[in-house]
């Protein structure tokens, strides 16, 4: 592979200072007109240095920032081979459609009258998210992943509670998202793990030995992480429902089976969806995100409040819900995130499907052509991501962070390493359905190159990234003594 063909291979690496540093007095970036205001005299014990801000010319922000977001690497950049996160690059018309001021100026304490296209654009969501899924009712209130989950065990204690039944316990798969067992804690449950099959998948007899009547329910990521589809999920969400249980399912992959899988159908009860893994939203940087979570008809009562409905040719929100669990989010949701997913689904429309199917073929592709390079953790069809581990590097003393950090000098952001736990030096791989034939293959190229520099020159590998701005930073020592101050 020519080397110079890759992303990183070669480029300039701008060094930048601080502005306190760039800063020299007397230079301006803007005329500012004398002020006509008398100056205050405040009393002297308030009296002090004000705030030392650098003199800058118009050039010197804009190159300052400039060269800092050259710093950044993004979908916008490249590719992001994250596993269990979709990091696909998503159509900049659904941010211009988000900064419509008639949405994105709309106050959120204007009365329904006045906000009749925002109500609309929320019910409307709300139903096409319930035909996505098969569950029919939907909030939009939660604001990310993690609190669709806190939201949907929440419904999980409503739904018990109002059966006059006491559930202390939910089980938790080892191949689920990591902040599954964290958000049942939240609502006093008590997470029990449970192994996956010699496959990757859940057993259904495994689940039986463990579901009691004091056990709410099950907590399944299907697609798991190990990017396998819970084949057995039928006969699973039969045995919890036969002990009075309800299937939470984690929706964070749907990416892989939209307009693919009917989640009522599969037994599921209730599903948070990660707006910002599927539906061309914000990912990374704390967020704003949305998590709207998917319910059965039999739970609907329990949803937050309030909810977009419709009445006649009017769209209202629906407060006078008894059985509510309460809201979760001040005023509607993150809305600006709504739009965005709303503009994403219809422009789509029923190519959601194919959007998926596209995925699904990317990551089978990268599967089979790199399963004679690195080892792969399970043989199996996979759905939008593939697993492999660093076992067959062992022997060089290679490891799956030598290789991340090493993708890094080929112009990669690393794929997600060591995770899921159940696969020892997981090296997971999603290549979502925006990744182009072209890209794939150079990719697949990097890593084969990598692995024979790691037979090679393993010592390179060891000292990886080297072409970058910052080197391998000392992770035991950040580990043990982290500087927090800033």
């Given at each position: 592979m020519n080397e110079n063909k890759t992303p990183g291979a070669s480029g300039l690496i701008m060094n930048e200072p601080l502005l306190w540093e760039k800063g020299k007095k007397g230079r301006c970036g803007m005329c500012v007109p004398k002020s006509d205001v008398p100056e205050a005299n405040f009393p002297e014990a308030l009296q002090g240095e004000g705030p030392d801000f650098p003199d800058l010319s118009e050039v010197d922000v804009v190159r300052h920032y400039t060269r800092l977001s050259q710093w950044n690497f993004g979908v916008d950049t490249g590719m992001y081979p994250l596993g269990s996160c979709t990091m696909k690059y998503n159509p900049k018309i659904n941010e211009r459609v988000a900064a419509t001021p008639a949405l994105a100026a709309a106050h959120p304490m204007l009365a329904d009258e006045h906000v009749q296209g925002n109500l609309q654009?929320?019910?409307?969501?709300?139903?096409?998210?319930?035909?996505?899924?098969?569950?029919?009712?939907?909030?939009?209130?939660?604001?990310?992943?993690?609190?669709?989950?806190?939201?949907?065990?929440?419904?999980?204690?409503?739904?018990?509670?109002?059966?006059?039944?006491?559930?202390?316990?939910?089980?938790?798969?080892?191949?689920?998202?990591?902040?599954?067992?964290?958000?049942?804690?939240?609502?006093?449950?008590?997470?029990?793990?449970?192994?996956?099959?010699k496959n990757g998948i859940l057993d259904a007899q495994t689940i039986a030995d463990v579901m009691d009547e004091e056990t709410a329910g099950i907590m399944v990521t299907n697609p798991n992480t190990l990017g396998l589809f819970e084949t057995n999920i039928r006969q699973i969400a039969e045995v919890v429902h036969a002990k009075g249980g309800l299937v939470y399912g984690d929706g964070a992959n749907l990416n892989a089976v939209m307009g693919i899988?009917?989640?009522?159908?599969?037994?599921?009860?209730?599903?948070?969806?990660?707006?910002?893994?599927?539906?061309?939203?914000?990912?990374?940087?704390?967020?704003?995100?949305?998590?709207?979570?998917?319910?059965?008809?039999?739970?609907?009562?329990?949803?937050?409040?309030?909810?977009?409905?419709?009445?006649?040719?009017?769209?209202?929100?629906?407060?006078?819900?008894?059985?509510?669990?309460?809201?979760?989010?001040?005023f509607h949701g993150n809305f600006g995130v709504?739009?965005?997913?709303?503009?994403?689904?219809?422009?789509?429309?029923?190519?959601?499907?194919?959007?998926?199917?596209?995925?699904?073929?990317?990551?089978?592709?990268?599967?089979?052509?790199?399963?004679?390079?690195?080892?792969?953790?399970?043989?199996?069809?996979?759905?939008?991501?593939?697993?492999?581990?660093?076992?067959?590097?062992?022997?060089?003393?290679?490891?799956?962070?030598?290789?991340?950090?090493?993708?890094?000098?080929?112009?990669?952001h690393p794929p997600t390493i060591y995770f899921p736990l159940v696969v020892h030096g997981a090296i997971m791989i999603e290549p979502t359905e925006t990744e182009c034939k072209e890209d794939i293959d150079q990719f697949i190229d990097t890593v084969k190159k990598i692995v024979q520099e790691s037979k090679d020159n393993p010592e390179l590998l060891r000292n990886a990234p080297v072409r970058s701005k910052m080197r391998r930073l000392d992770e035991i020592q950040a580990a043990r003594r982290p500087c927090l101050c800033g």
């Open positions: 654009l929320m019910y409307e969501l709300q139903e096409y998210l319930g035909a996505i899924t098969g569950l029919p009712a939907v909030t939009v209130q939660p604001a990310a992943g993690a609190h669709g989950e806190l939201t949907g065990m929440l419904i999980f204690a409503a739904y018990h509670k109002s059966r006059g039944s006491k559930r202390t316990k939910i089980l938790i798969p080892d191949t689920a998202h990591g902040t599954n067992p964290a958000s049942a804690a939240l609502c006093g449950y008590k997470p029990i793990p449970v192994k996956s099959g899988i009917d989640a009522a159908k599969c037994g599921v009860d209730v599903m948070h969806l990660n707006l910002h893994k599927t539906f061309s939203t914000p990912h990374g940087g704390g967020g704003p995100g949305a998590g709207p979570v998917c319910v059965t008809a039999e739970l609907e009562k329990f949803l937050p409040t309030p909810r977009a409905v419709k009445d006649g040719d009017q769209f209202k929100l629906e407060y006078d819900c008894p059985d509510s669990v309460g809201r979760v989010h001040g709504l739009v965005r997913a709303y503009s994403y689904i219809r422009t789509m429309g029923p190519d959601l499907k194919k959007a998926s199917q596209f995925a699904v073929l990317s990551a089978a592709y990268i599967k089979e052509r790199l399963k004679g390079t690195l080892k792969l953790a399970y043989n199996m069809p996979c759905m939008h991501e593939c697993v492999f581990s660093d076992e067959w590097q062992q022997e060089d003393k290679i490891t799956t962070l030598d290789i991340a950090k090493r993708l890094i000098d080929y112009g990669y």
